[in-house]
């Protein structure tokens, strides 16, 4: 047989009909670059919306999209269904996310350490 669009093809995550058959759409894939963490997140939380109901271990998918710490987790954990899908972000939030506290923290700081800028007048200053 030949390989072509109609013909199914396998891959990570859901399935979509293409006239009788299927094609696969991939999870995103995440190289371990916190910079990119956040629009990551965001991209996965979209494929599961649209994937979910055809994807029966979104857990095992999204590691598989994965390279380094999320490899890790074990594999039977993953395989809870949906449950393994919040193992996996949990354990990529606490090492790539930002942390509440960390935020809180840094949002109290910035608060406190309001400064009179060089040639600002009081009256500036007081009104920002």
Same mark, same amino acid.
């Given at each position: 047989? !030949?390989?072509?669009?109609?013909?199914?093809? @396998? *891959?990570?995550?859901?399935?979509?009909v293409?006239? $009788?058959?299927? +094609?696969?759409?991939?999870?995103?894939?995440?190289?371990?670059?916190?910079?990119?963490y956040?629009?990551w997140?965001?991209?996965v939380?979209?494929?599961?919306?649209?994937?979910e109901?055809?994807?029966?271990f979104? !857990?095992?998918?999204v590691?598989?999209?994965? @390279? *380094?710490?999320?490899?890790?987790?074990?594999?039977n $954990?993953?395989? +809870?269904?949906?449950?393994?899908?919040?193992?996996?972000?949990?354990?990529?939030?606490q090492?790539y996310?930002?942390?509440?506290?960390?935020d809180?923290?840094?949002?109290?700081?910035s608060?406190?350490?309001?400064?009179?800028?060089?040639?600002?007048?009081?009256?500036?200053?007081i009104?920002?």
């Open positions: 047989m !030949g390989n072509s669009d109609d013909e199914n093809q @396998s *891959g990570q995550g859901g399935t979509s293409v006239g $009788e058959r299927t +094609k696969s759409e991939r999870c995103p894939k995440f190289g371990g670059n916190q910079g990119e956040f629009e997140r965001i991209k939380m979209d494929w599961l919306y649209k994937w109901k055809n994807d029966k979104p !857990g095992l998918t590691r598989m999209a994965l @390279s *380094g710490e999320a490899l890790r987790i074990d594999r $954990e993953l395989a +809870k269904g949906k449950n393994g899908l919040d193992l996996v972000m949990k354990v990529l939030d090492k996310g930002i942390e509440k506290k960390r809180k923290l840094r949002n109290l700081d608060l406190f350490s309001i400064e009179r800028k060089e040639n600002e007048t009081i009256k500036d200053f009104s920002r």
